[in-house]
């Protein structure tokens, strides 16, 4: 076998076949090498547990085995061909089954399928036995779930506490997907090992899964055609799926014969049908719980009606009390750690650079990388509208409680308008029930409660009206000048100033308006009365005009002296009491 540049030669060599003669097995069975090694590898010590457990329920074990190789009995026909052999359930002559491969098999899959608490312990001790099955493995189907599997973990004597696997470490850890939503948790662990009696490469397979319902429908559409030119003997006879063996069976048996002869070069190839099914299946339980936010928010998934658990097993993304957040949080997890472990093992020895048809298997590894990076797409489309949601949610919360809160602050205002009426009753009956010596001779009579209490409660009222309504406007006041004193100072600027100007020019200005009025109005008089003297008199004299416009100027002017005056009297008096203020 050639040399590889990837990867160190003690790796290669180990996982190479050898034609050296098998080792004798220096155990009785895979229980007592367990039991054995327990001291020394404590990180197997849950596998040992349960592998001495009895099943509790019949065993519904099922195990499904395909083969790929050249069968044909003609010399020059080297064609490769797929074989499925008939499941067998239970554990009764499972040796013959695993080691009677047909002459010319290559690759050989091996389907072990048990629902929840029914897994036969003695059938996966057999398999475990004949492959000289890691431990390890078996603790990674069972313990690295996100929900609970068939083992008991209560029971165990140690807890789990290995690290997870490196990618460093693909060429001897296990393929994982899981499936978490539920009642549909299911998980598959993928993992290429080499009986040490047999030349070829064995894909085991373990698949638990809660109860028995498989999603057909959503593996069909690439193998059946529905139209009505089918004949009706073909869709009835047709045989859906009930499982992962046979929906790989069903899809590898599309595959041509370099197809097949590519599946045994690169390993890989065999395993897509069920990243495939995984990725359609995350894909149903995204959509399902997409519509389910659209439709009912983040409530519980009882709140769907649609889908019943009891008449439609798994058509469900949840049981009753699901809620949305807790389903996409399995569904993330989920299917980051499958994504994660996919990613990590397309490499040696599930796809070897040294064998044939090298590109082909990286065409159809690029076309499977594309399915699953849709399917994370969708998942994280799914956790931005769950933010929106839970975003949209509370800022109607938000305003619920403002709401809620004005409406508490007017409760409260009002219990305040009622204590204006009450505290001053409760004063009043407070003093009169004090025992005060003046009153010990002289009992105020009851009236006088009514009055005292009117009273209070009447100025209470007002007082409470009158701060209501000045309150804003003081605020407001206080505000604008920025703080009481100074606003104190400018208030009593502003009156100075008013008074100033008011004793300065209103008062001046409006005394001379007066007293020229009276002056227009005396002038006006005397010139009637000039007329009519004028009238009536039988001649003139020649110094009456001038003497009376003599007079009549000389009264104008002491007028404006007298406004002067009065002005210049007023304006020192404010002045000097400017100065007393100051």
Not at 334 to 358: C, E, G, Q, V, Y
Not at 411 to 418: A, F, H, K, P
Request: proline fraction near 5%; aromatic fraction near 10%; hydrophobic fraction near 40%.
């Amino acid at each position: 076998m050639a040399k590889s540049n990837d990867f160190p030669d003690v790796i290669y060599n180990a996982l190479a076949t050898s034609q050296d003669p098998l080792p004798t097995i220096p155990y009785k069975s895979f229980h007592d090498y367990l039991k054995t090694n327990l001291k020394n590898f404590s990180d197997i010590d849950p596998i040992e547990t349960s592998a001495r457990w009895e099943p509790r329920y019949p065993a519904s074990t099922v195990l499904y085995t395909l083969d790929i190789g050249q069968y044909s009995t003609h010399v020059q026909d080297n064609s490769y061909s797929l074989r499925g052999h008939t499941p067998m359930r239970g554990a009764s002559d499972i040796y013959s089954q695993m080691s009677g491969a047909a002459p010319g098999t290559k690759l050989r899959m091996l389907f072990f399928h048990y629902q929840h608490l029914e897994e036969n312990p003695a059938l996966l001790r057999d398999i475990a036995a004949f492959y000289d099955l890691n431990p390890r493995i078996l603790q990674e189907h069972h313990m690295r779930t996100t929900f609970a599997t068939s083992l008991d973990v209560g029971r165990m004597s140690a807890h789990d506490t290995c690290p997870n696997y490196l990618p460093s470490e693909a060429h001897f850890s296990p393929i994982q997907f899981e499936r978490a939503v539920r009642p549909r948790r299911k998980k598959m662990t993928i993992v290429l090992v080499s009986a040490p009696s047999q030349e070829f490469q064995t894909v085991l397979v373990l698949v638990s899964q809660l109860g028995n319902f498989y999603s057909r429908n959503i593996i069909n559409r690439d193998i059946l055609y529905p139209t009505q030119y089918s004949s009706p003997e073909s869709l009835k006879n047709w045989r859906q799926p009930e499982n992962e063996a046979e929906t790989a069976f069903l899809r590898l048996s599309r595959l041509n014969s370099m197809e097949l002869e590519a599946c045994v070069s690169q390993p890989i190839i065999s395993i897509l049908p069920l990243v495939r099914s995984h990725c359609l299946e995350t894909s149903q339980d995204v959509y399902q719980i997409r519509e389910h936010v659209t439709r009912y928010g983040l409530g519980e998934a009882n709140r769907d009606t649609r889908y019943c658990t009891n008449h439609h097993p798994g058509g469900h993304w949840g049981i009753d009390k699901t809620d949305p957040f807790e389903a996409f949080q399995r569904v993330n997890t989920a299917f980051t750690t499958s994504f994660r472990s996919l990613n990590d093992h397309i490499s040696f020895p599930w796809m070897d650079t040294r064998k044939p048809h090298m590109e082909y298997a990286t065409h159809v590894i690029e076309a499977a990388l594309k399915d699953v990076n849709r399917v994370r797409e969708e998942v994280s489309d799914l956790r931005e509208t769950l933010k929106e949601a839970s975003g949209l949610i509370l800022a109607k919360e938000s305003i619920v409680e403002a709401r809620r809160s004005a409406a508490q602050a007017e409760s409260v205002t009002q219990l305040t308008r009622m204590a204006f009426v009450f505290i001053p009753l409760t004063f009043a009956t407070s003093v009169y029930g004090m025992n005060i010596e003046e009153w010990q001779d002289h009992v105020p009579k009851l009236k006088w409660f009514f009055v005292t209490a009117i009273s209070c409660t009447t100025l209470t009222i007002i007082s409470a009206i009158l701060l209501s309504r000045l309150s804003p406007p003081f605020r407001d006041w206080v505000q604008k000048h920025g703080g009481f004193w100074r606003g104190v100072g400018h208030t009593i600027r502003d009156v100075l100033i008013n008074i100033l100007l008011t004793l300065v020019i209103t008062i001046p200005n409006r005394t001379r308006d007066f007293f020229v009025y009276r002056l227009d109005d005396y002038r006006s008089k005397r010139e009637e009365a000039k007329k009519k003297k004028k009238s009536a008199a039988v001649m003139v004299l020649p110094w009456s005009d001038d003497t009376i416009l003599t007079e009549n100027d000389s009264l104008a002017w002491s007028t404006d002296r007298i406004v002067v005056i009065l002005g210049i009297i007023i304006c020192s008096g404010v002045a000097v009491l400017v100065l007393c203020l100051v």
